[in-house]
Structure formats: structure tokens, C-alpha cells
């Protein structure tokens, strides 16, 4: 669908699924804006959006098929993936193969790949990366309603009186929702109440904020239970009609008193009561939840904890109401739809179910179908790691950073006989275990559809075409199928046809007694796939695509049509803290960066934000365990050591540390979060517990502290600290170390490797303090520089990243390596609005000398926050922040 050049597509970023318009240009980057007509953000982009187009650059793509780390034909890849998986198939079954996907490939790939495995070779050994993420929803949806229903749509935020954000950082992982939510508060005065253990940008809105003590969430939820059933105020008409097994959750609800809850849960009596008075008294609540519930090894019970107290008052499937799992990936949806967990079957059949089984094989004429569940990622690994899988084939996700006890998953990809990776990218921490590394189509060259949080089905088009051998994740699959003897099952012309197929398969034998069906697309034609405008499911023959809700009136998925209260009894996480490892180490995310950064790191202005890992601590811990501000912490688990920057900061709970998922051995030195965590599972979904680890904190005994820039990619040292970030004209890097170096221009010189005689070279030395400063200027043009000391470094770094590759003037070239701008030059400071590049003493500046009291006065003055809108809860804190000490 074009449109003066534009094309429409979708973000392939989070979950929130926004409308994207994309224009290639002629100097071959990439324009992006918000699509106005996309129901998910109706022209609304956020950071990591609004730079799209500046992650698309060819460098460290993956462009040719790799056999042993050597460029091969495509026929000779997939001849030998073939190959290796028939030949472990015959020898060991077909259960010594594995496939694991992720939330980022499409609906068409994730199709294709489950009917590769489930139906033809005949294991559910396919799991996914949403296996991290969304499991505990899945599992917490069918308990309750029998089926992996998302009842509401995202209006309901804007609808609801109320809105309570359950382990969700919406300001940061959902913005374009979140800023929908800011907008309707500002109009309609919705309460909202933020249950997370951190103080996060998303309290910005937060009318209560219930720092609650990590894993608690199941006792706080158990309690409004009890709570709103002792007051009355429960819906009886709904909870009769409707649903099953109310009086035993009750019961188990009620076995905490009011006092062992606040002890559980951290907070206050005081607190948790008005928590519960403001949802007693708001019908029109919604629950919002995220990784705080999930992520957790009573993820399940905390999903039904929450749903519980949707049911018994009715307030579900109605405007404005009811509880809301919002997604991480971009296609969390999509992969559940069509069976994407060993567990399922394609459109929301169950490969427990018989019938479902035999509906499925029939419709695909395949030779069989798997009857088992297959094994769930954490388990998955483990088979690999102890030689029951042989042949694994990894596509869209980065294990060795992502799964917990990660360090353990390197090694078992490292020893397992056969790996295959398909990826985007030619360097990850994954790719570099591969046997064969596969080319795949990156977002722009990729054609197919994604499902987001609400249930909306929208196209991802293409509007570039491959580079180099890069090809669909769909057609490598159907590839592999073919040369495993299944030609015509895998023969697609392309995705239209496989959506068509995946379509029809949702309304066989489907009554209305499976929610998922989208059968009025079985016929799709390619002008229509093409065109495909975003449409809500269901969507069966003859029904409108407007938004839909579910079970407002009953109607479950369940035997009996009833919706279930679940029983959920508190548990403690998994780990309990102990005087080896007494913090309790959550980890997450950054506004700026996703996930294992391959690709958000490409765009500069996404790496300003925050540029290295980093361990936020409260300041009691920071004193108690010797942490300075700026240094470099050594934190342990039972697994493992990672170096982090120290961020003391009082939005933590004291016991309670923060770090960042995202740093891994490409950008850092010893940063890989996951090889903390221990790979405890949910019960009933497996999902690990990534939000709940203990550890130990001590100071890394750093001699000495560096900083540089450098235009070309710096030579690191092989030990100690370091992260590096790209930057507009280069790299900058933080470095620290133990050991004493005593030839600082040795250092620089194997650093930048630049070495030209006619070059200018600027040093300053200072023995005593430890000080060494170095530039390097080409041309009159500055090329590198490095700031040593024995403390954290003080450069105003984003003034010195900015000179990178530009011409110094003389005066410029004193202040360069004093690390400080002039009088007249002010230091912007660490930068918090991405998009104008505005730093934070920019904003602190507008607030404290021109006097500006609200986002928009800052706005007005400095420019933050005027576009994306995603630094808005942060300015908001700082303005909080800045009157308060105005006042004082
Ligand atoms: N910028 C950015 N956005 C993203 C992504 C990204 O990588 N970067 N990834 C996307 C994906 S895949 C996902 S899954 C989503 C995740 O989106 P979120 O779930 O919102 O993000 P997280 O930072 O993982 O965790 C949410 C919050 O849970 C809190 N938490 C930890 N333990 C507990 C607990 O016991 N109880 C409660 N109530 N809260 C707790 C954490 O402090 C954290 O603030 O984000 C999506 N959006
Ligand atoms: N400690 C801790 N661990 C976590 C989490 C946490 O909160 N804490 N969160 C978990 C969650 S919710 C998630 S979703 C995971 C995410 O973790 P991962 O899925 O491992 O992370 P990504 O960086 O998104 O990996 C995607 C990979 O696919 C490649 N890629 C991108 N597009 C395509 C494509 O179209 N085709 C192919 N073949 N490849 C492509 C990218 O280059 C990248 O290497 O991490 C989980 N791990
Ligand atoms: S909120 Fe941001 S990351 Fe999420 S889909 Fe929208 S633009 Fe993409
Ligand atoms: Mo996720």
C-alpha cells in the first residue's frame, strides 16, 4: 500500500503494535513516522520508534548463508540442515530435534514453523522466547477462562476510572499506551495505582504507588479479595451465572490477615487500605499487568490472583473494565495464535485435546501429529545441555543472553553436535555458537502480519528489498520442510497464502466454541492481504473489525461455559535471601534500548539515555556494602559475576538492587545479566523468575577509571570493566581496571590504534592525582580522546562525544581536555530527551532559572518532550524533583 512513497506498517518493537509509515530515502536511510490511522497510536510513535530509521544501516547484518563459520550457498545450508535433522531424527527420534522461536518473527514464520514440527516431523519440541515473557498470562487466562482470551482492548485504559499497574514500567515499555493513558487522566481524572517494588517513571501518574516487596503480589491480590467480598461488595449476579469456584478462593484468600499482609507485602496497612477502598469503589477498573507478574516463579498465581477480583465483580469484557496483560514483543500474540508454546496447537487448540489434535491433522493431511507437549525453553536448554536434543534451530531470539543460567545455555549450544541460528545479525553472543547461521529479512524487508496486546491483527510490510542472501524466517522453514520429503505441504508462493491457510484452520469445527477465529480471511486475495487495514479478533464471516471484548456476559471457554476462580495460596519466590547473597537483584528494562540491543544500539540517540550497565541501589545498601557513586560493582549470585555501573538512587526498596537485561558481551565486558539467574520455573507456565535473584554486592577494587571517544572501534582490553556505545561520529567508552598501568600513552596508542606522524596529539599528566588526558586530532578534526583517573571520570561526556569528528579550534582544544565546556558553552548533561537531544542540566536549567512548572513549560523552552513524548514521565520527575528543592 503505497502512498506518495510511504508504505504502512507496524513497529516491530513492543507489544503496543503501532502504525507505522516508512519512506525509504534517496541517501538510503529511512523516514518514519506514526501512521494516524492505526488504531494502536493513532500517529503516536515513541523513541525507539520515532529511530527506526536509524537501525537500518547494513552494518553487522548477516547477508550470506554460514556453514562453519565460512560464506555457503543457500542450497548447501539447507541441504545440510536438512541433512543433520533427518539423520538425528532417524537415530534418535524425533524428539532429539528442537526449535526455538520468538515473539519477533510473524504470524506466517510462526505458522509455518509449528506445522513443521507438530505436524510433520512429529514433535512439540518448538517453544518460544514468549516462554520468558508472556507463559504465566497464557497459563493464568486458560485456568480462569479456558483459553488464552485478552478480554478488553486498549480503550478501556482510556474508558476506566481506575487503572492499577501491576509490575508493569508502562512510561518505558509501553509509551504510545501509556501516553494514551496520560492523556485520558489529564481529561477525565483517572485514578492510577503503580504496584512495583521500584519507583518507576510510570509513577509519574501514579496517584498511590505501592512499593511492595518483590514476589508479593499474590498476598496483596488475595487480600482485596477477601476484602471486597467482606464489604459486600462483590458482583453476585455475575459470580452465579457466570463462573465456578468462588467460595474455595475465598476461602484460601482469606487465610492472611490484614497484619501478615502488610508484613508480605512491605507496605504499610494504611496504604494497601486505600488501595483497596479506590478498587472497591471504582467499577470501572483495569488491571494492568506485565513482567512483574509474569516473570516469577508464582507468575500463574499472580495472574489469577488478579483475575480473581475481575470476576467476582464483574467488571470484565465491559468498557473500561477488567484485567489486561499487555504484551512485550511485538508478535507475543501472534506466536500463541497459531501454537507457537509446546503445548498448543494452532488457533488456540490444545495439543492435550484430542479432538483438537485430530481437527488439526486432518485440515493440514499431515502423517501425524504430535501428542505430547513438548518441552518449555528452561527445560528445552537442559536437553540440549544433557544430550537428549542434538539438533536445535534458533530463530529470532538470543538465548545465550535472554535464558536464565545463561552461561550454562552457551555452554550446552557450545557442545550440543548440531546448532542452527537464523538472525538479523552476524555478531550476537548466539550466532557465535552456531554451526550454520542463516540469513533472515530484517523489519522493512519482511512481509506478514503481527497481533498485538488487543488483539489487533496489522500488516508488517516491506518497503526495502533483501540485502545481500538475507530470507523470509517462513521460507527457510518451508525450505527444510520440502528437503525433509514434504514438498507439497511447505510449496507456499509466499505469506498471503500461509495466513490464508492459518485462517481457514481457525474456524474448522469452530461453533463459537473456540475464541479464536478469523475465518472471514480464508479466502484472502493478494490485493487484499496487501491492503489488509488492522482488524480486532474474532472476525468471524460477516462480523465488522471494530474493537470486541469478551465474557461481559459469561460465555468461557471453559467445558461448562463458566469462568473459574483459582485458588491461589501465597508462595515465596523460589530463592530466599541469606547473609552470602542478601539483596534481591529485578532486572528489566531501559526506556531506550530493547532487549540483547542488536538493534537498538545501531541508532546514537538511543544509546545517549544510558550508554552503559548499570546497577541501580538504594543509598543505605550503597553505604552498607562500600558502594560510591559513579564506581563499578562486582555483583554475584550463586552462578555467576557481573561488573555494573553504581546508580544510587532512592526509587529502590533498601535489599532491593535494579539492573538492565540488555548488556551483552558484544557491548560489555562482563554485563550478561541472565548468567546471574537461576533458572527457576513457574509450576504451571515454566516461566523463569528473571525478577528475583539474590545477590552479593562488593566494589570492584578499580585502580583507575577511564572514559574515551573514538571515531574508529577502540581496541579494548581483554579484562576489567568496559562497555562501549556507539555514538553519531564514533564510539564512546567507559573503562576501568585493577591492574596498575604505567605507560598511559602505551594505552591510548593500543586503544585507538591511530598512530599517524603528522597527526596532532594533545596530553596532560598529572602523576599525583592519577589524571592522564589525551587527544588525538586528524586533520585538524578530533579523532579520539581518553580521560584517565583514579575516580570515576567527571568529563561532561556528551559535550565530548558531540566534538567527535568535528574541527577544534584552539580555545576548544584547552577545554576538550579540561572534560568541560566553557562559561558560554553549557554542558547539556546526561541526555534525557532522545529526540531534540536535550540533556538533563538543559532541563533542570528551564525549571530552576526560567522558572517552568509543568512538561509542557519545559517544552516550550528547551523542546524536550515535544516529540515522542517518551522522556515526559522523566522531566515530570524532575520537575518534582527541582520544586521541592526550590521550595526547600
Ligand atoms: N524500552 C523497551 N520497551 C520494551 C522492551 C524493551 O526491551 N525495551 N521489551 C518489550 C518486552 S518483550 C516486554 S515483555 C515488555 C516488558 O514490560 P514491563 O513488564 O513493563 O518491563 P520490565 O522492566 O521487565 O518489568 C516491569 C516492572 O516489574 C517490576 N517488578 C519486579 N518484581 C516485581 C514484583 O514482584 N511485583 C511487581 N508488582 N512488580 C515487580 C520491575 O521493577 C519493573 O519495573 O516490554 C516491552 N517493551
Ligand atoms: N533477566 C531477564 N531476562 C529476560 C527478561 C527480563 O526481564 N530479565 N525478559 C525476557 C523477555 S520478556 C524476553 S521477550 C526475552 C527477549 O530476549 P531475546 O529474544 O533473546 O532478545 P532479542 O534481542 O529481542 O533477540 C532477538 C534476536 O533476533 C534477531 N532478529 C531480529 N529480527 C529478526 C527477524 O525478523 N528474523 C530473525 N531470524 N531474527 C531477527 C535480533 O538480531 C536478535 O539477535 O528476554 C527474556 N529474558
Ligand atoms: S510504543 Fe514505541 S516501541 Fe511500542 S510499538 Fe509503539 S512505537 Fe513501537
Ligand atoms: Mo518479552
Redesign the pocket.
Known amino acids: 500500500m503505497m502512498d506518495k512513497g510511504w508504505t504502512k506498517t507496524t513497529c516491530?518493537y513492543c507489544g503496543v503494535g503501532c502504525g507505522v509509515l516508512a519512506r525509504p530515502k534517496a541517501d538510503g536511510t529511512t523516514e518514519v513516522k506514526g501512521d494516524l490511522e492505526h488504531p494502536a497510536n493513532y500517529g503516536r510513535l515513541c523513541s525507539k520508534g520515532s529511530a527506526l530509521g536509524e537501525t537500518m544501516s547494513l552494518d553487522d547484518r548477516l547477508l550470506d548463508p554460514m556453514v562453519d563459520g565460512r560464506t555457503a550457498t543457500w542450497d548447501a545450508a539447507l541441504d545440510l540442515v536438512a541433512d543433520k535433522f533427518r539423520d538425528s531424527i532417524e537415530k534418535h527420534g524425533p524428539d532429539s530435534v528442537a526449535l526455538y522461536v520468538?515473539?519477533?518473527?510473524?504470524t506466517e514464520?510462526y505458522y509455518v514453523a509449528n506445522k513443521l514440527m507438530k505436524g510433520y516431523i512429529g514433535t512439540a519440541n518448538i517453544d518460544t522466547?514468549?516462554r520468558?515473557?508472556?507463559a504465566s498470562s497464557v497459563a493464568g487466562h486458560k485456568r480462569a477462562f479456558g483459553s488464552d482470551t485478552v478480554p478488553g482492548a486498549y480503550e478501556d485504559l482510556e474508558l476506566a476510572d481506575l487503572v492499577v499497574l501491576v509490575g508493569s514500567n508502562l512510561a518505558w515499555c509501553h509509551p504510545v499506551l501509556y501516553q494514551r493513558l496520560v492523556a485520558a487522566r489529564k481529561t477525565g481524572g483517572t485514578k492510577v495505582v503503580v504496584i512495583d517494588p521500584r519507583r518507576t517513571a510510570t509513577c509519574e501518574i501514579a496517584d498511590l504507588h505501592l512499593a511492595i516487596a518483590p514476589g508479593a503480589d499474590v498476598a496483596l491480590f488475595n487480600g482485596l479479595l477477601a476484602h471486597l467480598t467482606s464489604r459486600g461488595k462483590i458482583d453476585q449476579h455475575y459470580i452465579q451465572e457466570y463462573t465456578s469456584g468462588f467460595g474455595d478462593a475465598v476461602k484460601s484468600a482469606n487465610s492472611l490477615s490484614m497484619e501478615k499482609i502488610s508484613e508480605v507485602c512491605g507496605l504499610r496497612e494504611a496504604d494497601i487500605r486505600q488501595f483497596y477502598e479506590l478498587f472497591e469503589a471504582t467499577e470501572k477498573s483495569v488491571s494492568v499487568y506485565s513482567?512483574g507478574v509474569?516473570?516469577s516463579t508464582a507468575g500463574t498465581d499472580k495472574v489469577n490472583a488478579i483475575v480473581n477480583c475481575h470476576l467476582a465483580t464483574g467488571r470484565i469484557g465491559r468498557p473500561g473494565m477488567g484485567p489486561f496483560s499487555v504484551t512485550?514483543?511485538p508478535n507475543?500474540m501472534g506466536g500463541r495464535e497459531v501454537g507457537g508454546l509446546a503445548n498448543m496447537l494452532a488457533g488456540h487448540m490444545e495439543l492435550g485435546n484430542e479432538t483438537h489434535r485430530r481437527i488439526v491433522q486432518d485440515f493440514w493431511g499431515s502423517p501425524g501429529i504430535a501428542d505430547a507437549p513438548g518441552l518449555k525453553a528452561v527445560d528445552l536448554f537442559e536437553a540440549v545441555a544433557d544430550g537428549r536434543i542434538k539438533a536445535v534451530w534458533i530463530?529470532?531470539?538470543?538465548?545465550v543472553?535472554?535464558?536464565?543460567d545463561a552461561d550454562k545455555v552457551r555452554a550446552a549450544l557450545k557442545d550440543c553436535p548440531f546448532v542452527v541460528?537464523?538472525?538479523?545479525?552476524r555478531h550476537?553472543d548466539?550466532?557465535q555458537v552456531a554451526d550454520v547461521l542463516?540469513p533472515?529479512?530484517?523489519?522493512g524487508e519482511?512481509d506478514g502480519t503481527v497481533t498485538n496486546s488487543e488483539r489487533c491483527i496489522s500488516r508488517q510490510r516491506s518497503f526495502l528489498p533483501p540485502p545481500g542472501e538475507a530470507r523470509?524466517?517462513w521460507w527457510?522453514l518451508s525450505e527444510v520442510g520440502k528437503r525433509l520429503g514434504y514438498r507439497e505441504a511447505f510449496s507456499y508462493s509466499g505469506p498471503r497464502e500461509v495466513f490464508a491457510e492459518y485462517a481457514a484452520m481457525t474456524g474448522e469445527e469452530n461453533h463459537g466454541n473456540r475464541d479464536l477465529d478469523i475465518s472471514a480471511y480464508a479466502n484472502v486475495s493478494d490485493d487484499d492481504y496487501k491492503d489488509l487495514a488492522p482488524f480486532y479478533w474474532p472476525q468471524r464471516h460477516g462480523r465488522g473489525r471494530g474493537v470486541t471484548r469478551f465474557f461481559a456476559e459469561g460465555q468461557f471457554y471453559t467445558s461448562d461455559r463458566r469462568g473459574r476462580f483459582v485458588e491461589t495460596p501465597f508462595r515465596a519466590p523460589s530463592s530466599r535471601v541469606s547473609s552470602d547473597f542478601p539483596l534481591v537483584l529485578n532486572?528489566?528494562?531501559i526506556r531506550d534500548q530493547?532487549?540483547?540491543?542488536?538493534?537498538s544500539a545501531k541508532a546514537p540517540r538511543l544509546t545517549a539515555h544510558y550508554a552503559e550497565p548499570f546497577l541501580e541501589i538504594h543509598p543505605i545498601d550503597a553505604e552498607k556494602y562500600g558502594l560510591e557513586p559513579e564506581s563499578i560493582a562486582k555483583v554475584t549470585s550463586q552462578n555467576a559475576t557481573v561488573l555494573l555501573r553504581v546508580a544510587i538512587s532512592d526509587s529502590q526498596r533498601p535489599g532491593s538492587v535494579f539492573?538492565p537485561?540488555?548488556w551483552t558481551d558484544q557491548y560489555a565486558s562482563l554485563a550478561r545479566?541472565?548468567s546471574?539467574?537461576a533458572s527457576h520455573t513457574d509450576p504451571v507456565s515454566g516461566q523463569?523468575e528473571?525478577?528475583f535473584?539474590p545477590v552479593a554486592v562488593e566494589p570492584y577494587a578499580a585502580r583507575w577509571f577511564a572514559f574515551a571517544i573514538s571515531v574508529a572501534k577502540p581496541e579494548l582490553p581483554s579484562s576489567g570493566y568496559h562497555a562501549c556505545a556507539p555514538i553519531k561520529a564514533g564510539y564512546r567508552v567507559e573503562i576501568a581496571g585493577v591492574e596498575q598501568i604505567d605507560d598511559w600513552q602505551d594505552f591510548a596508542d593500543q586503544l585507538f590504534a591511530l598512530g599517524s606522524e603528522n597527526d596532532e596529539v594533545l596530553t596532560y599528566r598529572d602523576e599525583k592525582s592519577g589524571q592522564f588526558r589525551f587527544a588525538h586530532i586528524k586533520d585538524g578534526h578530533l579523532a579520539a580522546a581518553l580521560y584517565v583517573s583514579k575516580t570515576p571520570v567527571s568529563a561532561s561526556r556528551n559535550w565530548v562525544a558531540n566534538l567527535l569528528g568535528a574541527k577544534l579550534e584552539p580555545p576548544e582544544r584547552l577545554r576538550l581536555l579540561a572534560g568541560r565546556p566553557g562559561e558560554d558553552m553549557p554542558d547539556p548533561g546526561a541526555i534525557v530527551c532522545s529526540c531534540f537531544e536535550v540533556g538533563v542540566n538543559q532541563i533542570v536549567d528551564a525549571i530552576m532559572k526560567q522558572g517552568c512548572t509543568s512538561v509542557d513549560d519545559v517544552g516550550a523552552c528547551v523542546k524536550a518532550g515535544t516529540n515522542c513524548g517518551s522522556c515526559r514521565a522523566e522531566i515530570g520527575k524532575l520537575i518534582d524533583e527541582k520544586s521541592v528543592s526550590k521550595a526547600g
Request: charged share 15%; glycine share 4%; proline share 8%.
Open positions: 516491530p520468538s515473539g519477533q518473527i510473524l514464520d522466547n514468549s520468558l515473557c508472556m513482567q509474569n516473570q512485550g514483543q507475543a530463530m529470532a531470539t538470543n538465548p543472553d535472554s535464558l536464565p541460528v537464523s538472525d538479523v545479525t550476537t548466539t550466532t542463516l533472515a529479512t530484517a523489519w519482511k523470509p524466517d527457510q532486572t528489566g528494562r530493547w532487549h540483547t540491543m542488536t538493534r539492573a537485561m540488555h545479566i541472565d546471574l539467574i523463569p528473571s525478577k535473584t
